[in-house]
């Protein structure tokens, strides 16, 4: 059972999730608006948000963005009517762990929530990951490429740790769908490619030999050479697969 902290400014959904989670035995404390979520969240420690969209004043992605930024140890859940690929994918981009619609069958909900706290309490690994020359420090939540530090969100984080941790070998998106998002089936939104994507904007930048590879009908992979010359046996990268 955990502590969690809902953000939601519609008085019915808030009060009937609430009740809904104590009754499964968590601990709920609400807000009802952006700015007070910050407060709450930097004064406790809570592993799980469970995070409206459209909120009064600061909105749920800003509010998302900022426990990003501020490296919040916590899994953000948010929950809209939003429900487009093209808001879901801002949700994801801007930090979310899962994105759950308006509206819901309090089941799933529970279900979505039981599965982000089983990823939190799975401890993390110690062992610091290098390819090439690209160094990833799942300890401090770090990432170098040489002497550049790169930024990254919870979520790209995870999927580099996980591409990493099978460096030199082709992982399938699917693959990556149910280790990095814990999700067994496809949900259209080709949200893989897109965080491929955002990944080698950030590590394979102008100049750098690129690390992340695209084996077409297959997945993706991560390789390279100790001197950072690349692995010339990879594949190269053609496109989506």
Not at 36 to 60: H, K, N, Q, W
Not at 62 to 83: G, N, P, Q, S
Not at 111 to 121: E, T, V
Not at 144 to 171: K, N, P
Request: aromatic fraction near 6%.
């Amino acid at each position: 059972m955990a502590k969690i902290l809902m953000v939601e400014d519609d008085p019915r959904i808030a009060s009937f999730v609430k009740r809904g989670l104590e009754a499964e035995g968590h601990t709920v404390d609400l807000a009802t608006d952006g700015e007070t979520a910050l407060e709450m969240a930097r004064g406790l420690s809570y592993p799980l948000v469970v995070l409206d969209r459209m909120l009064p004043g600061m909105d749920g992605l800003e509010v998302c963005r900022t426990l990003r930024l501020e490296r919040r140890d916590c899994c953000v859940l948010m929950l809209t009517a939003k429900d487009g690929v093209r808001d879901k994918i801002d949700g994801l981009k801007d930090g979310a762990d899962d994105y759950l619609t308006k509206p819901f069958a309090f089941d799933e909900l529970v279900a979505r929530i039981d599965a982000l706290l089983r990823r939190a309490s799975k401890p993390a690994a110690e062992l610091v990951l290098r390819v090439a020359d690209l160094v990833l420090d799942p300890g401090v939540k770090q990432v170098r490429r040489g002497s550049r530090e790169i930024a990254l969100t919870a979520r790209e984080f995870t999927l580099l740790a996980y591409l990493m941790a099978h460096a030199g070998t082709v992982v399938s998106r699917a693959r990556l769908l149910s280790n990095v998002w814990e999700i067994s089936f496809d949900p259209g939104t080709k949200v893989v490619d897109v965080y491929i994507r955002y990944l080698r904007q950030k590590i394979d930048a102008d100049g750098e030999t690129p690390l992340i590879k695209t084996v077409r009908g297959f997945g993706y992979m991560i390789a390279g050479e100790p001197d950072g010359s690349g692995d010339r046996s990879a594949p190269q990268d053609t496109g989506p697969p």
